[in-house]
């Protein structure tokens, strides 16, 4: 079947300028291979990396579109027009997320402290005068929580706020170094606040020693510009993305686990929200903290910065800011990637149709299996760290089960335990003296409850226990010199 | 180049005060010889966009596209490309412009600044880079 293809002027530079060609095929699909084949060059324009044709190139037969017919197994005959028609769509950069607002007239010291991005044409006088003005949330005063503070404050960003219920522990210090040894004990926020001081005293710090949750995020959220989220957990992650989509404001991510990491802006204004990315958290326990799993110490340096770069761009206006794409880092084989992310139309907050309107109807502690868990660990009864010790004491029969890693024991061994790791609990139960009561033990007393779970699963009738608070409970409650990691 | 009489950059002027602050979009039909585009007339066409968008965002849908095309075959001349306003903005191209831009086509973008027009750019993609940036064109605008 000889069929006429109606040629658009971008594509009539690889069709040696012709406008029409006739060409062989029975379907629509055919038509476009045979075009592909007499001329190569337009497939550099029609199809994408992935091999399909465009998003935006649509082809009608006559007056109709493919996508209301056939797709490409629509059939043609002789003399039908297949006419190949992009869509078109274009619009204004993304000027500054803080409008036309600027601070007041920048004063010698700052022009002098502000020197080199005053050098920068992309920033300039104005670019600075928007960072003054402009007020960032940091939710999170840890390892992300660590540069993007000392970052921001150090450009001169005019408030920012920083969120955080948490003490400074001595765990901290190899990797939250905005917070010192002489800080332990202290709360983070109050530690981060003496520090951004000594960096940059123009800078108005608010400090909120509390928990972001359901209640007080859309009122303390409302008063900044953009939140940085540099928290270490689903719910909060989900909480900081809804309050960020309802009030139009864009939420620079950053999140890492033992030496990865990864960074997006979620602007729903813009493009994806991080539903869009994520729409369900998951089932909770199964990725584990960096209290649980490590982290290498600077890579929280170097995604927190990341995030601060991008609320620095998202302030200044200009730039590509990271809408719309995902970078991960690999620090242990040093790759970065990155990953196009697509708003999703059937988002429950930033789609065509939402669900989610409001924030304090929602459950987060439900939606990311909070409570479901704490309900299976009320399951598993534990015993005490005194109470245990009490018990050996006395000299009764307790069969101890250390179920950490190789690496952990390594840092200390717990006296007179065996060694099972959870994945071997199920074949090696004949151990166990069902007899004789069997208490799991871990760092925080979470695997443990795992490890007793499993063992029922696997059919032990015996008496299993779980250390609560685990190794790290046993050394403030009964052993000082056991290492608390 | 691109070859317009100041008539047609008056309409476009027009068109970008008329949507603001939403962004005004539309067609440049005309003849292609080589290089040398010249236009003969302008259409507006309504900005697809969502409501909450328009702000900032213009689409023209493949439809908009078909009957645009239409029309240049029976006035036997091609569409050459595709006119924007930035409300509010520099008439510089934005990455998302880039990112929607096709080959050949003149983007011209006119600025509009409290509701007046401003500055005017025209962009096409450049073949040196593969079409992947924006270059800009030359216009060469007559009385």
């Known amino acids: 079947m000889a069929v006429t293809v109606l040629i658009p002027t971008t594509l009539r530079m690889f069709t040696e300028h012709r406008s029409e060609l006739q060409l062989e095929g029975s379907t629509v699909g055919d038509v476009i291979a045979s075009l592909a084949d007499e001329y190569p060059e337009t497939k550099k324009v029609l199809f994408g990396e992935d091999g399909k044709l465009r998003e935006f190139i649509n082809v009608f037969v006559g007056a109709d579109n493919i996508r209301d017919l056939k797709g490409y197994d629509t059939p043609v005959k002789d003399g039908d027009e297949v006419m190949l028609i992009p869509a078109i769509a274009g619009g204004s950069p993304l000027e500054s997320v803080i409008g036309e607002r600027l601070g007041e007239k920048l004063t010698n010291d700052e022009i002098k402290r502000y020197s080199r991005h005053l050098l920068l044409k992309e920033v300039g006088v104005k670019g600075q005068r928007r960072l003054k003005a402009a007020k960032v949330l940091i939710v999170g005063m840890g390892g992300l929580g660590t540069p993007l503070a000392q970052y921001l404050a150090a450009a001169g960003v005019g408030t920012l706020g920083l969120i955080d219920y948490d003490e400074v522990e001595e765990s901290n210090l190899q990797r939250q170094v905005i917070h010192g040894s002489r800080d332990i004990g202290r709360p983070k926020v109050a530690s981060a606040k003496d520090s951004i001081k000594q960096i940059n005293p123009l800078v108005k710090v608010e400090a909120y020693n509390e928990k972001l949750t359901a209640e007080n995020a859309e009122d303390i959220i409302s008063e900044y510009d953009v939140v940085a989220d540099a928290s270490d957990n689903y719910q909060t992650r989900y909480l900081v993305n809804d309050v960020c989509v309802l009030l139009g404001k864009p939420d620079v991510f950053g999140a890492m686990y033992q030496f990865e990491g990864q960074a997006a802006v979620y602007y729903a204004k813009e493009g994806p929200c991080y539903r869009c990315m994520y729409p369900a958290p998951p089932p909770a326990g199964l990725v584990p903290s960096c209290a649980m799993g490590g982290v290498v110490g600077v890579l929280p340096g170097i995604i927190g910065t990341v995030q601060a770069n991008e609320v620095i761009k998202l302030i200044v206006g200009g730039g590509e800011p990271l809408i719309g794409r995902l970078v991960t880092f690999d620090a242990w084989r040093m790759k970065w990637r990155e990953l196009k992310i697509c708003k999703d139309p059937k988002c429950p907050i930033c789609g065509e149709d939402p669900t989610i309107t409001e924030i304090e109807e929602y459950d987060y502690e439900d939606f990311c299996g909070i409570k479901a868990k704490e309900e299976e660990e009320a399951e598993v009864e534990g015993i005490e760290p005194k109470e245990l010790k009490r018990r050996l004491d006395a000299g009764e029969k307790i069969t101890i089960v250390d179920v950490r890693e190789p690496h952990e024991r390594a840092i200390a061994k717990f006296p007179e335990a065996v060694i099972i790791p959870i994945g071997q609990l199920d074949r090696r139960q004949d151990e166990l003296d069902p007899d004789a009561d069997t208490v799991f033990v871990c760092k925080e007393g979470k695997r443990s409850i795992l490890a007793v779970r499993t063992l029922r699963e696997a059919g032990y009738k015996g008496a299993a226990y779980n250390l609560k608070g685990g190794t790290n409970a046993w050394s403030r409650d009964v052993d000082s010199s056991f290492p608390q990691y | ?143």
Not at chain 2, 10 to 23: S, V
């Open chain 2, 1 to 143: 180049m691109l070859v317009i009489k100041e008539e047609l950059m008056a309409e476009i002027r027009a068109e970008a005060e008329r949507c603001y602050p939403d962004e005004c979009c539309g067609f440049i039909l005309g003849k292609l010889d080589g290089n040398e585009k010249t236009a003969v007339s302008v259409t507006a066409n309504e900005n697809r966009s969502g409501n909450s968008e328009r702000y900032h965002r213009f689409t023209i849908t493949a439809d908009d596209m078909l009957k645009a095309e239409m029309q240049a075959r029976r006035e036997k001349l091609d569409i050459i490309g595709f006119y924007h306003s930035h409300p509010d903005c520099p008439a510089i191209p934005s990455e998302y412009d880039r990112s929607h831009a096709l080959a050949v086509y003149s983007y011209i973008i006119v600025s509009c600044v409290n509701g007046k027009a401003a500055g005017i750019t025209n962009q096409q993609l450049d073949p040196a880079s593969d079409y992947t940036r924006f270059t800009e064109e030359e216009i060469r605008i007559w009385q």
